[in-house]
């Protein structure tokens, strides 16, 4: 116990370290697979939780694996599409709903190649498993402003965090990243909110992008006014469990994207997700549901606040009419 704590102690150290090499590499060199441009990028349904597996002609990216829970759900999907190989493991920050599918993925056969972290700890023991596995890997810290070049025509670039890092919270250090294959551009948001979406629009980066992976699972902080304003994106689509705890997707940020005419998909309501490009455009595979401008999952509360607006109505008329009853009688034993 003595040897781990001295281990996790120093890992701030270690990650700082990490940062600075970041720093001075700010183009990471990668198997370039020719002029080949199509892209798919699989929203992954790990229910509450976020996991995203792009393959780029060949290279494989995974970002996030999800909650814990949802391991063996990663670990068959890659299977199913024959994945024995990850060129590059993003885990965007380090909760428990975007690292603990990566602890299954790790411990398996799959060759991982490089992990990439924001440069934050955590105290949790799902932190210490995945740190742990990382040791014997190519471990390295992003930057904004970092490019991943996956081949000729497509590439990653890292739009958060800066180094050192400009947020105490988990969320607002989320790694931000924008895929860019050919003319087409995938905004993956991660769990990034209205301080990181500001930090982000302030550093005038070119957040346009056709998609948007939805931060923070639709949370009502994230997906800003401005900030969709900057990405203008075609589609949307939210990564988040069916009737969980959180309320996620908002129905602000629906309505916020439903008012800027987005096309949003809900993991929660379609399941996995698919995106496919040729880096001209963008296509969805199995036609999965639009989510409605008053999604299902609300209706129960709408059903709910129309019934009780009925019965205080019913109620204030009946007071009333009973008053009105009371007064005549009243008036005419009085007259009597």
Do not use: W
């Amino acid at each position: 116990m003595r040897r781990k704590g001295v281990f996790l102690s120093a890992l701030p150290s270690l990650l700082l370290a990490l940062s600075l090499v970041s720093a001075v590499v700010k183009t990471d060199c990668s198997p370039v697979t020719g002029a080949i441009t199509s892209a798919t990028v699989h929203f992954i349904d790990v229910g509450q939780g976020d996991s995203i597996f792009i393959d780029a002609s060949g290279v494989n990216v995974l970002v996030d694996g999800g909650p814990e829970n949802s391991g063996p759900t990663v670990l068959n999907y890659l299977g199913r599409l024959n994945i024995t190989h990850i060129h590059y493991m993003f885990a965007t920050h380090m909760h428990e709903d975007h690292i603990g599918g990566l602890v299954a993925v790790l411990a398996s056969t799959i060759q991982v190649d490089e992990i990439l972290v924001n440069n934050q700890t955590a105290n949790s023991a799902i932190y210490s498993s995945f740190i742990g596995l990382t040791q014997g890997h190519t471990l390295q810290v992003v930057q904004r402003g970092q490019t991943f070049v996956l081949t000729s025509t497509i590439n990653l670039t890292i739009l958060s965090p800066t180094q050192p890092l400009q947020f105490t919270d988990q969320n607002y250090n989320s790694i931000v990243m924008k895929l860019q294959t050919g003319e087409t551009n995938f905004l993956l948001a991660g769990d990034a909110e209205a301080n990181a979406e500001q930090s982000m629009l302030d550093a005038g980066l070119n957040l346009q992008s056709d998609v948007l992976k939805v931060g923070h699972h639709g949370s009502r902080y994230s997906t800003n006014e401005q900030f969709l304003n900057a990405v203008l994106p075609s589609y949307a689509v939210i990564s988040a469990g069916k009737n969980n705890s959180y309320g996620h997707p908002h129905n602000e940020t629906l309505q916020r994207l439903l008012a800027h005419g987005v096309t949003t998909y809900g993991t929660f309501q379609s399941g996995t997700i698919v995106a496919m490009t040729d880096g001209e455009s963008i296509t969805f595979q199995d036609n999965p549901q639009p989510i409605p401008e008053y999604p299902t999952i609300l209706m129960p509360t709408m059903i709910m606040t129309v019934l009780l607006l009925a019965i205080t109505i019913c109620r204030e008329r009946l007071q009333g009419h009973f008053s009105s009853e009371n007064y005549v009688m009243n008036n005419a034993d009085h007259n009597g």
